[in-house]
């Protein structure tokens, strides 16, 4: 076995075994192999090397006097100061009750002996691994919180002086009203601004919320593969390169897609969405988008566009509407398996139009169906599917925009079929209520 080049060390491990024979020799071939080794006797020693310098990893024996290797994990486990440390059991002792026993005192591996060294040398090399990620995560994780807390105190902060300018706002209006009624529009203004100001610290408060809970898991997927290529990209086939690098791009990809539906969502929550209709023929407009759905997802699956009645009547927002379909389709695609078909049906009355988007997927769980149209929430049974949770919610609010009615059909394993029933409009609705426009 190749050793390491002198001063460099891959880890400190204590070795714990009665037998000076075996300790000798793991001793030698761990030193060869660029490990610190230090080595006791017995289960009190142990507990007081590790106390004092605690390893990054423990090799330790059942069968010794005083205190066996059961008992002695146990102890290192009670101990704040030595629990985190992985402990690997070697012992003669080969009956399953005592493994079962060596992993429910903590520890984190068993190998009987007679050993190999390679097999020992593996485990060893696999829990310092795991070890060392275990702490860049809990590292990352203790930064993530720290910027948090941040965070909550420079809002706190923002809205202590907003309270402070509402109150020099008012007692300066208060006058102004005295004064003249030209400045009466200016306070006006003013007041305006400030309640402006409030809702944005208000969504900066959720989309910090947000994103701090969201953005964990892909990020650390993303710290974690890149960790290991750049630890292991040696060992590694290209082929294990190429899976490392596409976890790390679909977690871009995903995150990516969450802060666009974020600031798509808050824009249909906060600002007036004007409907801007025009003449549209609808069988032409939807066919557009199927072959464009079409040519994005290829041959995984089949999309069957039908319609009946006369379709080129009314005046639509090409926008709102595309948001709508395409929402749908692309969720119908995402949870079908390949080769599904999903059948997408227009049709067209004197007074609404109905569009229907049927797919073979995998259904969505009846305890999960209430609440299917709220921000962020997904149902049960997506797995590894990746999603947000914000597209019916998105499809909800647009439809709403037309005082539209949408409504599902799901059976788990069988599929979900999506009806959407908008009025017709031939001429352009009210405009809803203005409400402020934030720009992130």
């Avoid at 205190?67 to 985190?84: M, N, P, Q, Y």
């Avoid at 993303?222 to 290209?238: C, G, N, Q, V």
Wanted: negative net charge; charged residues 25%; aromatic residues 6%.
């Amino acid at each position: 076995m190749n050793s390491k080049p002198s001063g460099e060390t891959k880890g400190n491990i204590l070795v714990v075994d009665d037998q000076l024979d075996n300790l000798r020799l793991l001793s030698t071939m761990l030193t060869e192999q660029g490990y610190k080794v230090r080595k006791v006797t017995n289960g009190h020693l142990a507990l007081d090397t590790a106390q004092v310098h605690p390893p990054d990893l423990i090799l330790l024996d059942i069968m010794m006097p005083e205190i066996d290797g059961f008992e002695v994990c146990s102890l290192l486990k009670a101990d704040e100061r030595t629990r985190e440390i992985p402990v690997i059991f070697l012992s003669a002792l080969n009956e399953t009750r005592d493994k079962v026993k060596a992993f429910k005192t903590g520890g984190v591996d068993y190998i009987s002996k007679p050993f190999r060294f390679e097999e020992v040398l593996v485990r060893i090399e696999n829990q310092l691994s795991m070890r060392q990620l275990s702490l860049q995560m809990k590292e990352q994780n203790q930064k993530l919180q720290q910027q948090i807390r941040d965070r909550i105190c420079a809002e706190v902060a923002l809205q202590n002086l907003n309270r402070e300018l509402e109150i020099r706002s008012a007692a300066r209006a208060a006058e102004l009203r005295v004064a003249h009624e030209q400045l009466l529009e200016s306070e006006a203004k003013l007041l305006r601004a400030l309640a402006q100001e409030k809702e944005l610290n208000q969504f900066k408060s959720r989309l910090i919320a947000i994103l701090s809970h969201k953005y964990r898991t892909p990020l650390t997927t993303i710290s974690s593969s890149a960790e290991i290529l750049k630890k292991y990209r040696d060992r590694f086939t290209p082929e294990k390169q190429l899976k490392h690098l596409q976890r790390i791009q679909g977690s871009v990809k995903y995150l990516t897609s969450l802060v666009n539906e974020l600031l798509f969502l808050d824009q249909a929550e906060l600002e007036n969405i004007t409907l801007n209709p025009v003449p549209l023929d609808l069988v032409e407009f939807c066919s557009e988008r199927v072959e464009e759905l079409q040519l994005t997802d290829g041959d995984r699956h089949v999309i069957q566009f039908t319609h009946q009645g006369h379709c080129t009547q009314g005046e639509w927002d090409e926008r709102v509407l595309e948001q709508i379909l395409t929402i749908l389709v692309t969720n119908a695609i995402d949870y079908s398996p390949n080769g599904g078909v999903i059948d997408f049906q227009l049709s067209c009355q004197d007074d609404a139009v109905t569009w229907q988007i049927k797919d073979q997927g995998i259904g969505i769980p009846k305890e999960n169906q209430a609440r299917l149209f709220e921000s962020f929430y997904r149902a049960s049974n997506v797995g590894i599917i990746q999603g947000t949770g914000l597209g019916l919610a998105i499809v909800k609010k647009r439809v709403d925009l037309y005082k539209g009615k949408i409504s599902f059909h799901s059976e788990v394993g069988v599929g979900t079929t999506f009806t959407i029933n908008l009025p017709l409009a031939k001429t352009n609705p009210p405009p809803h209520q203005p409400i402020m426009n934030y720009e992130l």
